[in-house]
């Protein structure tokens, strides 16, 4: 069983990172899911379950995995949005975990919108 | 939804919509009874008497992004397919507390499902509210409390990946340990 106590490493360990990153929030690319009873009942959790595992596998400093209420559109759920800074919303739809890798590996870390996993 | 931590999620997140501050998870299985008690308590604004009368119907909803809401109607049926009960206590300015009991052989009853991935979500949704998780069987106990994270963590924030991982297994390892080496659903 994990103890608390292990926390004070993980502390210092970003205490570290987060000085030596400028300007940060600022830049920092967000990864919106939509959490409202459609979007978890279609599968949401995993989804961003999914993203939160992908950034802290590639140790991704600059990624906010957050999530909304209903974003409106039952059907195409679950949906995640992306906000790359100074680019416009990108908007996923009936993603699975499957595919997030994709999204992380494409879009968040090269800049290449995934146009198959968007809105038809 | 496929798991009772699906509707745990959902129905805490009213409670998030709703302002409160503390939101406190309470998950009790009694197997001497055959009760699972899934205890949902928040300080959020709460609902009036008349409000909390329709709740439970899938046309009350105060959302505006569509018109019928459906996260307490389907927790109700949830437990009451397997012949437990939902209950709900709020007053306006206090807070709302949602009770719902299953019957823990029923075949009806869906599994708890992942509790770790639930609270690391509702995390994710808004990190500065306090999220405790009771987690009981047959009176052992776990407890987990965002603010006892937070003390240790000097300003940190909770949904750093790093802490959410960290949670996320200190959660399941709690459970773990008070279901004693059972398989409990
Ligand atoms: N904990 C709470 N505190 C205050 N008001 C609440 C709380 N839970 C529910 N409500 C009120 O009850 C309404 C119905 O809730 P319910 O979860 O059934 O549907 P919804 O949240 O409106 O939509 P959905 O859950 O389908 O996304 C909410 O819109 C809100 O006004
Ligand atoms: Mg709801």
């Known amino acids: 069983m ?5 926390l004070n490493a993980i502390k210092q360990r970003v205490q570290e990172n987060s000085n030596n990153r400028k300007n940060a929030s600022d830049n920092d690319i967000k990864v919106v899911i939509g959490m409202a009873t459609c979007g978890i009942a279609a599968g949401a959790r995993p989804v961003l379950n999914a993203f939160i ?3 802290a596998k590639r140790k991704l400093q600059n990624v906010i995995v957050s999530q909304t209420g209903c974003i409106g559109m039952c059907k195409y759920e679950p949906i995640v949005e992306v906000f790359v800074p100074g680019q416009p919303k990108v908007t996923y739809v009936k993603v699975e975990p499957t595919m997030v890798p994709r999204i992380i ?15 038809k | 939804m496929k798991e009772i931590s699906l509707n745990i999620l959902d129905v805490a997140t009213n409670s998030v919509t709703a302002d409160a501050t503390t939101v406190d ?25 008349d409000f909390v009368k329709s709740v439970t119907d899938p046309f009350t909803t105060t959302r505006t992004t ?8 389907l927790f109700k049926d949830s437990a009451e397919l397997t012949g437990g009960s939902l209950e709900i206590i709020s007053k306006l300015g206090v807070g709302t507390t949602i009770k719902a009991v299953y019957k823990i052989s029923s075949i009806d009853r869906m599994p708890m499902g992942d509790l770790a ?4 979500a509702l995390i994710g949704l808004k ?3 306090r999220f405790i998780l009771q987690y009981k069987v047959d009176g052992r106990e776990f407890r987990f409390d965002t603010d006892e994270i937070r003390a240790q963590l000097d300003g940190i924030p909770l949904s750093n990946y790093e802490v959410l991982a960290f949670i996320k297994e200190y959660i399941e390892g709690g459970i773990n340990n008070t279901n004693g080496g059972l398989d409990i659903l």
Do not use: C, Q
């Open chain 1, 2 to 6: 994990k103890s608390l106590a292990e």
């Open chain 1, 53 to 55: 595992d992908e950034v």
């Open chain 1, 105 to 119: 590996t494409d879009h968040i870390v090269n800049n290449n919108v995934v146009a198959e996993y968007t809105i």
């Open chain 2, 25 to 49: 998870i309470t998950v009790d299985y009694e197997f001497a009874t055959d009760d699972l008690s899934v205890i949902i308590a928040d300080d959020g604004r709460g609902m009036s008497e």
């Open chain 2, 66 to 73: 569509r018109k019928v809401g459906l996260g307490i109607p």
């Open chain 2, 117 to 120: 991935d639930t609270v690391t």
């Open chain 2, 127 to 129: 990190e500065s509210l």
